[in-house]
């Protein structure tokens, strides 16, 4: 069996009947990206294949932040969910974000 | 084509048609993308593909999005290196009357709303374009003998309160026929396509409705019962191994009729 993780995910990669399972651990149990793949690839090649696989279906992308639900603006009994400003990743249209500075 | 070696992509395929679709192919020996908004659905269809011994793989996407039909096409190719059966089974439905009276003055108190028309168009039009085309550009590229499979639906010939629904389901229906006869002036021979227009089906979505609703939408059918989701799975199947089947939308409905008996 081979472990590895990506994009936050933990994959782990069993041989079953000369195919490969591709496991993902998902709240404590294991769920599977994909069962009886690579049929004869060898533990290196299935490997190589899974990460690809693991790549292809599971993109990194951006993570929606908020909303803020236990701080929502009251107008009488309408309550108007924000953004969680306060989370590191919120960008401010008048302030420049850490990993994205504006280009001068 | 024979089914047992092929590989097959089933959009919707986490619950319903698409999951009976998903299954009566793996049971057959097909290795099978199941494609699913529903992260736990595509789980428990895996899983259950696993315990039958078969060869699957999930993929969670939004057919609606041109990026996410490209990720799921060429997450099928990674783990099968081919692609022979599309199915597009993802839909929804959002119903409604095009205009709602008021009742005491007979002025328009309501309209259907553009999201709710949009939200059917995008999912049941847009997505159905997007897999297909991607799918037939995978099977053309590859030269690959495939199979595209649309799903209309018998309320393509006009249904109240399905403006959106009906109006989608019927472009789905003229598919097979526009596409064929582009893929014969293009000299595109091994790939066919063949829409499956199903009547109302035992899903979750209708076995959950009123009881009393169903019974009334039941006597209206030669049948006299739901279809299942499995004998639809089996038009499929059969599709896919007889190729003189091309270019044209089966229905699949156990008979069903307008009151007073003429056939939809």
């Known amino acids: 069996m081979t472990t590895f993780i990506y994009n936050d995910l933990h994959f782990k990669l069993e041989a079953r009947d000369g195919s490969w399972d591709l496991g993902i651990e998902r709240s404590g149990t294991t769920a599977y990206a994909g069962v009886g793949l690579f049929p004869g690839a060898s533990s290196a090649e299935a490997e190589t294949k899974a990460k690809a696989l693991a790549r292809t279906i599971f993109p990194v992308g951006v993570k929606c932040v908020g909303p803020d639900v236990a701080h929502p603006n009251t107008i009488g009994d309408l309550k108007i969910v924000g953004p969680d400003v306060a989370h590191p990743n919120f960008i401010y249209w008048n302030k420049d974000s850490v990993s994205c500075p504006r280009e001068r | ?264």
């Not at chain 2, 009276?101 to 039009?125: C, F, H, M, P, S």
């Not at chain 2, 229906?173 to 199903?198: D, H, Q, S, T, Y």
Request: glycine share 12%.
């Open chain 2, 1 to 264: 084509m024979e089914i047992k070696g092929s590989v097959a992509l089933v959009t919707g395929g986490g619950n319903g048609i698409g999951e009976a679709v998903v299954k009566h192919l793996a049971k057959q020996g097909a290795k099978v993308a199941v494609v699913d908004m529903a992260q736990k659905n595509i789980d428990r269809v895996v899983k259950d593909i696993k315990d039958m011994g078969g060869e699957a793989i999930g993929i969670q996407a939004n057919v609606t999005s041109e990026a996410d039909t490209a990720r799921f096409i060429k997450g099928t190719l990674d783990a099968f290196g081919q692609l022979n059966i599309a199915v597009s089974c993802a839909g929804i439905i959002r119903d409604g009357t095009m205009l709602n009276l008021d009742k005491e003055t007979g002025k328009v108190a309501r309209k259907l709303g553009l999201d709710k028309w949009q939200a059917v168009i995008d999912t049941n039009l847009t997505g159905t374009f997007l897999t297909i085309r991607d799918a037939a550009e995978a099977m053309v590229n590859g030269g690959w003998p495939g199979l595209l499979v649309p799903i209309s639906s018998v309320n393509k010939a006009g249904q109240v309160g399905q403006l959106n629904y009906s109006s989608a389901k019927v472009a789905d229906a003229l598919m097979p026929k526009i596409i064929i006869g582009e893929f014969l002036m293009r000299g595109i021979r091994n790939v066919r396509c063949v829409a499956i227009a199903p009547g109302y089906t035992a899903t979750p979505m209708l076995t959950g409705m009123n009881q009393e609703a169903l019974k009334t939408i039941l006597e209206d059918v030669h049948l006299g019962r739901l279809i299942a989701p499995e004998e639809i799975a089996d038009l499929i199947s059969h599709a896919v191994q007889n190729e003189a089947i091309n270019a044209t939308t089966i229905e699949i409905t156990g008979g069903l009729c307008y009151p007073n008996g003429i056939a939809k």
